[in-house]
């Protein structure tokens, strides 16, 4: 076993963390995989899972992550890998339940009772103050789970995208494109995302695809005036440079934000908005509670990017939307504001980004 499947493993078996205290006002979290949290991942990371399930378990992890995983953890400046794999709830789950992704998802937990139902998950958010969410889709597959959960569910809204890691791989990435374009209408569905480009998973070969499928969902963005969500992954710079070539939409949201207090400053300047995820709490960020102290309310969102990237005190442990409280707590702190002030803001940066639930 190596070394990464086994901190896989150890993080499975932990248990998952209790519930924060509930915030003294509603919030949302902006930003998450509710299907990868239930482990009713499908396409290609559950088709590739499902391959492996034969072999060691925890390898299945790894490699049913290799997109989205791999993409904000690393961010995390620790860059301690195991984070990403991360593991979860959902992982192992991963495997079977992408075979039965065709019935409703939303349903669907893991074969050992390991997986987290949607309800259930939206139930916890709720009874801590987090009663919206948005969940983001990554490839087709999950785009349209994503699109009809909304449909479905009150407290969800959608956005939909091809995963700047997924663009490279795909045999026929226009006809992909062209279903994300289909699905962008919907009125459920707020969002572009999470697309744009990730410098760290994608080698130089998938570069081009990576920015075509980027101009192609930036002008979804604009044709539909949905927000753009973007993934940047060691793409500061060339985020910007596609974004004023190709002309940006309205509302342009940095998910997981992970640059400096300069990129920060540079973006909030253009009017976008940047979103923070658990990674604000980490002791090895002061750049990013820098660069969340100088963002506006008006520009400020707040994420879980769950599974991944959980905050403090519980960095390791599955993530989930119920996690919120501790990062919002921790951008109160960073920005010297009362909890209440800042969860007013971020309630009304996110209905105004995504209109209302
Ligand atoms: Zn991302
Ligand atoms: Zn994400």
């Given at each position: 076993?190596?070394?990464?499947?086994?901190?896989?493993?150890?993080?499975?078996?932990?248990?998952?963390?209790?519930?924060?205290?509930?915030?003294?006002?509603?919030?949302?979290?902006?930003?998450?995989?509710?299907?990868?949290?239930?482990?009713?991942?499908?396409?290609?990371?559950?088709?590739?899972?499902?391959?492996?399930?034969?072999?060691?378990?925890?390898?299945?992890?790894?490699?049913?992550?290799?997109?989205?995983?791999?993409?904000?953890?690393?961010?995390?400046?620790?860059?301690?890998?195991?984070?990403?794999?991360?593991?979860?709830?959902?992982?192992?789950?991963?495997?079977?339940?992408?075979?039965?992704?065709?019935?409703?998802?939303?349903?669907?937990?893991?074969?050992?009772?390991?997986?987290?139902?949607?309800?259930?998950?939206?139930?916890?958010?709720?009874?801590?103050?987090?009663?919206?969410?948005?969940?983001?889709?990554?490839?087709?597959?999950?785009?349209?789970?994503?699109?009809?959960?909304?449909?479905?569910?009150?407290?969800?809204?959608?956005?939909?995208?091809?995963?700047?890691?997924?663009?490279?791989?795909?045999?026929?990435?226009?006809?992909?494109?062209?279903?994300?374009?289909?699905?962008?209408g919907q009125p459920?569905?707020?969002?572009?995302?999470?697309?744009?480009?990730?410098?760290?998973?994608?080698?130089?070969?998938?570069?081009?695809?990576?920015?075509?499928?980027?101009?192609?969902?930036?002008?979804?963005?604009?044709?539909?005036?949905?927000?753009?969500?973007?993934?940047?992954?060691?793409?500061?710079?060339?985020?910007?440079?596609?974004?004023?070539?190709?002309?940006?939409?309205?509302?342009?949201?940095?998910?997981?934000?992970?640059?400096?207090?300069?990129?920060?400053?540079?973006?909030?300047?253009?009017?976008?908005v940047l979103s923070?995820?658990?990674?604000?709490?980490?002791?090895?960020?002061?750049?990013?509670?820098?660069?969340?102290?100088?963002?506006?309310?008006?520009?400020?969102?707040?994420?879980?990017?769950?599974?991944?990237?959980?905050?403090?005190?519980?960095?390791?442990?599955?993530?989930?939307?119920?996690?919120?409280?501790?990062?919002?707590?921790?951008?109160?702190?960073?920005?010297?504001?009362?909890?209440?002030?800042?969860?007013?803001?971020?309630?009304?940066?996110?209905?105004?980004?995504?209109?209302?639930?």
């Open positions: 076993m190596s070394d990464r499947s086994r901190r896989a493993a150890d993080r499975r078996e932990r248990p998952a963390p209790e519930a924060p205290s509930a915030l003294p006002l509603p919030v949302l979290d902006s930003h998450v995989h509710l299907d990868i949290v239930a482990g009713s991942r499908s396409t290609e990371a559950g088709a590739d899972a499902g391959r492996t399930a034969v072999g060691d378990r925890s390898e299945i992890v790894a490699g049913s992550r290799s997109t989205e995983a791999g993409a904000d953890a690393g961010r995390t400046a620790a860059g301690d890998r195991s984070e990403i794999v991360a593991g979860s709830r959902s992982t192992e789950a991963g495997a079977d339940a992408g075979r039965t992704a065709v019935g409703d998802r939303s349903e669907i937990v893991g074969s050992d009772g390991s997986g987290w139902s949607v309800e259930d998950q939206v139930a916890a958010a709720r009874a801590v103050g987090v009663d919206r969410l948005v969940q983001v889709g990554v490839d087709v597959t999950s785009s349209q789970w994503s699109a009809a959960l909304a449909e479905r569910v009150p407290a969800v809204l959608a956005t939909v995208a091809l995963h700047p890691n997924e663009a490279p791989r795909l045999a026929d990435l226009d006809a992909a494109l062209a279903v994300i374009d289909s699905l962008a459920r569905v707020r969002g572009i995302g999470e697309t744009g480009l990730d410098f760290f998973r994608t080698g130089e070969d998938g570069l081009k695809a990576q920015e075509h499928s980027f101009r192609g969902h930036i002008e979804i963005a604009k044709r539909t005036g949905k927000a753009l969500v973007i993934h940047d992954r060691d793409a500061h710079a060339d985020v910007l440079r596609v974004l004023d070539d190709a002309g940006a939409p309205d509302t342009v949201v940095l998910h997981c934000f992970s640059g400096d207090v300069f990129f920060a400053a540079e973006c909030v300047r253009r009017g976008y923070f995820a658990g990674t604000v709490t980490f002791k090895n960020a002061p750049h990013l509670r820098e660069a969340a102290a100088l963002t506006p309310p008006s520009q400020l969102l707040v994420e879980t990017d769950a599974p991944y990237l959980t905050p403090m005190p519980h960095r390791g442990a599955p993530n989930a939307s119920y996690l919120i409280p501790l990062t919002v707590r921790g951008l109160a702190e960073a920005k010297g504001l009362p909890v209440e002030e800042v969860c007013q803001g971020i309630s009304a940066t996110g209905e105004r980004v995504f209109g209302p639930w």
